[in-house]
């Protein structure tokens, strides 16, 4: 195996690696080992990976043996039965659910959710106008909103639906905590999963869960089936299912899961982006006054950005991507197991390996991205600013923040497009700066200071300052989100 850290008998690297921001500790080690290193986590073989080439060649060139998960006995086996397929194996069900949910976020299937999108970024910034200090309760409740509006067609959500949000909410948490290593010790000594449920309270409570949150999932479908059979038709990710049920051979159950994990791939995540987008609108602001000019030359200030602007704001679309590249939100993406032995540049990686790909060692590479915690859309335009460009082996994309190969993110399209509109809309309608403290002084929040959930990491919470850029913002807005409905 490739060389690495050399860690302790039996309980190998154990204790080198740090419960916090162990992606630094990733990062660090790829200068002394090289792009690809072996850890030992108490008898488990663990490859680190931490370049486009490395990850292109194994993930997307041999994909065949590179595409299931490591077990995780609580989180995916229990509490979610196996179909949660985020963290699923590479079976049978994987395969159809994926089929699925690829067909329903395509990026033709995505575009109709774009008026959706256009109007959910409006109706967040004139919140925003009114209650200013609520920025980051309104854009979470935004992306939370869109998301179950794609896959049910829910209409917007408000202070009504609390209880239901917090409801999803809390299924996710649970998954989330549910893989933090040595979080349940059945994932550390698997023998534990046969334990009888009288004898093992936390597999009763999980697999209690299941059920409860199987309904859950179940109802919310049927609500949508109910809506069809009345002879409606919602633009929504559920009614596709139905249409397609037979197609894809999905049971009752695996569709409502299907459903449900789209909100638990997508919401976090898009919000957490979210937030990364207005940190760094608050510590690079020059790069803020760039995306506003180029709106104000696109746009003016008569109307609101669209998706047709698109392909004129090139400015905002390195923006995306840069805001993807600087904070990734899930830095050590989701880990892979190789289910034969391989091969690869004369290092030997066993059957059964679990291979974590370092996604920020990876968009932090300064050889690739020159400087790379300074925030720098530019790094994505080619010398006339009009032209995209993006590093070989990063799907085009310029990062690899989605992931890779057949397990790359499902929702992409869906989210690159929420983050456009709603960073056009916000840096349209309003300026992003510092707040003050109680002194009168700037607070400069430290954008290594994060909350990791287990899965996604953002930022930790911090004030900032919003303001409307110019007096006729939230008229404009007004008047054109009347024209959407
Ligand atoms: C900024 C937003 C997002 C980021 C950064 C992100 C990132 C990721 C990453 C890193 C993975 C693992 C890929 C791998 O193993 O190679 C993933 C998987 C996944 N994502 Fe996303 N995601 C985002 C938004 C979304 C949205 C909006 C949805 C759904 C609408 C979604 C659905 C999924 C699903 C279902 C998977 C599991 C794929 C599989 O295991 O086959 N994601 N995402």
Redesign the pocket.
């Known amino acids: 195996m490739p060389p690495g850290p050399p860690g302790i008998p039996i309980l190998g690297n154990i204790f080198d690696v740090p419960k916090n921001l162990p992606w630094l500790k990733f990062t660090l080690w790829k200068q002394k080992y090289g792009p690809m290193y072996s850890l030992n986590m108490a008898g488990q073989p663990i490859i680190v990976v931490n370049s486009h080439k490395i990850t292109a060649d194994l993930?997307d060139r041999r994909s065949n043996i590179y595409s299931d998960r490591p077990r995780f006995i609580m989180a995916s086996e229990i509490l979610t039965g196996g179909i949660f397929?985020?963290f699923s194996g590479y079976t049978e069900v994987?395969r159809k659910m994926?089929r699925a949910?690829h067909e329903g976020?395509s990026l033709r299937a995505s575009e109709q959710y774009q008026p959706m999108h256009i109007r959910e970024a409006g109706l967040t910034v004139l919140d925003i106008i009114q209650r200013p200090d609520a920025w980051d309760d309104r854009m979470r409740q935004a992306t939370a909103s869109s998301?179950l509006t794609?896959v049910y067609g829910w209409p917007r959500i408000g202070a009504k639906d609390k209880p239901i949000v917090e409801r999803i909410n809390a299924h996710v948490a649970r998954i989330g905590s549910a893989v933090v290593p040595g979080r349940y010790l059945v994932d550390i000594f698997p023998a534990m999963e046969h334990l009888p449920t009288w004898m093992a309270k936390w597999k009763r409570e999980g697999l209690e869960w299941h059920e409860r949150e199987t309904e859950m999932f179940e109802e919310f479908n049927e609500g949508v089936g109910d809506r069809m059979a009345k002879g409606e038709s919602p633009t929504c990710f559920v009614a596709s299912l139905i249409e397609t049920e037979e197609r894809h051979g999905l049971t009752k159950k695996e569709a409502a899961w299907l459903a449900g994990?789209?909100f638990a791939?997508?919401s976090e995540?898009?919000s957490a982006?979210m937030m990364n987008f207005v940190l760094a609108m608050l510590l690079f602001p020059d790069t803020m006054q760039k995306a506003q000019a180029e709106l104000d030359a696109v746009i003016g200030r008569d109307r609101i950005p669209t998706f047709e602007d698109h392909k004129d704001l090139p400015y905002i679309r390195a923006l995306v991507k840069e805001v993807?590249r600087w904070r990734?939100?899930?830095p050590l993406?989701?880990p892979?197991r190789v289910t034969e032995d391989d091969w690869y540049e004369g290092y030997l990686i066993p059957k059964g390996t679990m291979i974590i790909?370092n996604?920020w060692g990876m968009t932090h590479d300064p050889e690739i991205f020159p400087a790379p915690e300074t925030f720098c859309p530019e790094r994505f335009l080619d010398e006339t600013g009009t032209i995209d460009v993006a590093p070989p082996d990063t799907r085009g994309m310029g990062h690899v923040?989605?992931?890779?190969?057949k397990?790359?993110?499902?929702?992409?399209e869906?989210?690159n497009q929420a983050?456009f509109i709603n960073f056009a809309t916000v840096l349209w309608a309003m300026n992003i700066s510092k707040a003050a403290d109680v002194a009168g002084r700037d607070v400069t929040p430290d954008p290594n200071e994060v909350i990791d959930s287990g899965v996604v990491v953002g930022p930790a919470p911090f004030p900032c300052k919003m303001t409307v850029r110019f007096p006729e913002a939230k008229a404009v807005l007004e008047r054109e989100l009347a024209l959407t409905t």
């Open positions: 993930f397929m985020i994987w994926r949910g976020f998301i794609a994990i789209m791939a997508g995540t898009t982006s993807l990734p939100v899930g993406a989701i892979r790909p996604i923040t989605f992931g890779f190969g397990r790359i993110c499902v929702g992409l869906f989210a983050l």
